[in-house]
């Protein structure tokens, strides 16, 4: 097994990570890849206005996550320096990493500043007995010209070590510096993974400071991508774009059916401890089914969230409470993201084209087309159905009735 380490400050995690973590990672062909956010780095000082542990290790876990949905290898965000005493020397973690993977073939990660200086590192010796050296450059200046001495020099220092130096042409060169700098203006937006980018928002982290009860919607989208894993982003945007364009048909407020797209999943990734959590601190009160039905909770714990959070109205608070069983009478903008969820770009079964269509003739046939879909479906994977998937069916069904009477 192939095991990659990336060890860094992430102060924060951004696209030059994310860039060179995937090509370094397709290059090696890694099984696996692990992203280890510094506690005290050895080189340098954290910068004056560093999140705390916590957030820096959130944020390179919303990078992992993306990064293993880019390069479908599995990525394990590590803490193990974080909660370490004393600096974080890398000798130490690769030693404990060579422990718990006796077996395992380890390549080190690092950029070219880093590789460049590290015969002056603490303890190269005992790096090199474990690990293989990755070094990737950022910029055409740091490609053979500076690897190839370098490499004949640790070469001899620590005969027997692996060294793989590759340049990655197409990456631009991110200071972390100008990064966090730029935070305030929005103008370091383009250099962070969205999901990174909404997550420094929502914690108001680097000097940020915004009111989240008062978003526009270019604010509130990558903060509601913080909230999701990496693979539900593209169904949340797809909800989100479909939401505007049937509330514009169909006479709902194109904002507000924006805003309930990009939130409605907002819960959607917590664990059922993490769901009662959530109905215990706003008086959530469930019944017999939702206690068992995960998937049920997140429609209300989200309405919730998304109040207390983001302030959202009634209407908008609504729309996210009924987006995953319905009910009978919703209001146009429950319609809208119940069916935007469902015919969203991304969406793909059987039958989905037929409901698309409908959906964009008839918004009534539609929903009940998709209200008779998830009963089906229900049945055939033999999960109760909610009495309000029942009842918005029944509901619908009768006033067909009555159309034809
Ligand atoms: O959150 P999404 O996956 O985007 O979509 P959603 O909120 O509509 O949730 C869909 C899931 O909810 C799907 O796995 C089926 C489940 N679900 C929907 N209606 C019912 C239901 N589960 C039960 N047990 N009963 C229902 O009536
Ligand atoms: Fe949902
Ligand atoms: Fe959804």
Redesign the pocket.
């Known amino acids: 097994m192939k095991i990659g380490i990336y060890g860094g400050s992430f102060n924060p995690p951004h696209l030059g990570h994310l860039a060179a973590a995937e090509s370094a990672a397709r290059y090696l062909e890694l099984d696996r890849l692990m992203l280890i956010p510094a506690g005290i780095p050895p080189h340098k000082q954290l910068s004056a206005d560093a999140p705390a542990p916590v957030h820096r290790l959130a944020m390179t876990r919303l990078m992992g996550a993306q990064i293993e949905l880019d390069t479908l290898i599995p990525v394990e965000v590590s803490d193990m320096e974080l909660t370490r005493e004393g600096k974080s020397y890398t000798s130490d973690t690769l030693r404990l990493l060579h422990e718990r993977y006796p077996d395992a073939e380890l390549w080190l990660l690092m950029g070219t500043d880093m590789f460049l200086t590290f015969h002056l590192w603490h303890a190269p010796e005992e790096i090199v007995r474990h690990a293989g050296l990755c070094a990737f450059g950022r910029t055409e200046r740091d490609g053979e010209e500076v690897f190839a001495p370098q490499r004949a020099f640790l070469g001899e220092k620590f005969p027997g070590c692996r060294i793989v130096t590759m340049t990655l042409p197409n990456l631009v060169e991110i200071s972390s510096t100008e990064l966090r700098a730029g935070m305030v203006s929005g103008e370091s937006e383009k250099m962070l993974a969205p999901q990174v980018y909404g997550y420094i928002l929502r914690e108001h982290l680097y000097g940020t400071n915004l009111d989240l009860k008062h978003l526009t919607i270019p604010q509130l989208r990558p903060i509601a991508l913080s909230y999701l894993k990496a693979k ?1 982003c593209a ?2 945007l797809g ?1 989100a774009a479909t939401a505007v364009k049937l509330a514009e048909k169909y006479g709902a407020d194109a904002h507000r059916a924006e805003v309930a797209g990009l939130l ?2 907002c819960t ?1 990734k917590l664990s059922m401890a993490e769901q009662l959590a959530l109905c215990e601190r706003y008086g959530i009160v469930l019944d017999e ?1 939702e206690k068992k ?1 995960l ?2 909770l ?2 209300k714990t989200g309405a919730a969230l998304a109040r207390d959070v983001f302030g959202v109205d009634d209407e908008i608070y609504n729309a996210i409470l009924w ?4 009910k009978p009478n919703m209001t146009v903008l429950e319609k809208v993201i ?1 069916l935007a ?2 015919i969203e770009p991304t969406r793909d079964f059987p039958g989905v084209d037929t409901l698309r269509r409908t959906v964009w003739e008839d918004l009534d046939r539609g929903l009940l087309m998709g209200l008779e879909m ?2 089906e ?2 049945q055939e994977m033999g ?8 009842t918005a069916r029944d509901y619908l069904r009768g006033k067909e009735n009555e159309g034809k009477a």
């Open positions: 539900r169904h949340v909800t409605h999943d959607k089914l039905a998937k049920l997140h429609a987006h995953t069983t319905g119940y969820d469902f998830t009963v479906e229900m999960s109760p159905i909610h009495v309000n998937t029942l």
